[in-house]
Nanobody, 115 residues
Framework: QVQLVESGGGLVQAGGSLRLSCAAS????????MGWYRQAPGKQRELVAD???????NYADSVKGRFTISRDNAETTCNLQMNSLKPEDTAVYYC?????????WGKGTLVTVSA
């Protein structure tokens, strides 16, 4: 069983920064993709960014140039550095790990950006 625990959410003013972290534990295949998704009130969950175990990254257009995803394979952690935050970035952010046909989700961490 794989468990994901997110941390680092909170309240920040527009233009500020936050760093989210996700720690994975359990039986994890070495080849996997870790990523961050977000869900704002009344909206569908959407991909923010993901990163393969080989280091390839993918970003939503809305966060390119502002957010940076990284990972530490030795510790199976994934971080999301969020800069120049906007009120529209307000959402619950979820960590996801995909390994083969299996998808695992964290419980989420709330990010609120005030205008």
């Amino acid at each position: 069983q794989v468990q994901l625990v997110e941390s680092g959410g909170g309240l920040v003013q527009a233009g500020g920064s936050l760093r989210l972290s996700c720690a994975a534990s359990g039986s994890i295949f070495s080849r996997n993709v870790m990523g961050w998704y977000r869900q704002a009130p009344g909206k569908q969950r959407e991909l923010v960014a993901d990163i393969t175990s080989g280091g390839s990254t993918n970003y939503a257009d809305s966060v390119k140039g502002r957010f940076t995803i990284s990972r530490d394979n030795a510790e199976t952690t994934c971080n999301l550095q969020m800069n120049s935050l906007k009120p529209e970035d307000t959402a619950v952010y979820y960590c996801k790990l995909r390994a083969g046909v299996f998808n695992y989700w964290g419980k989420g961490t709330l990010v609120t950006v005030s205008a």
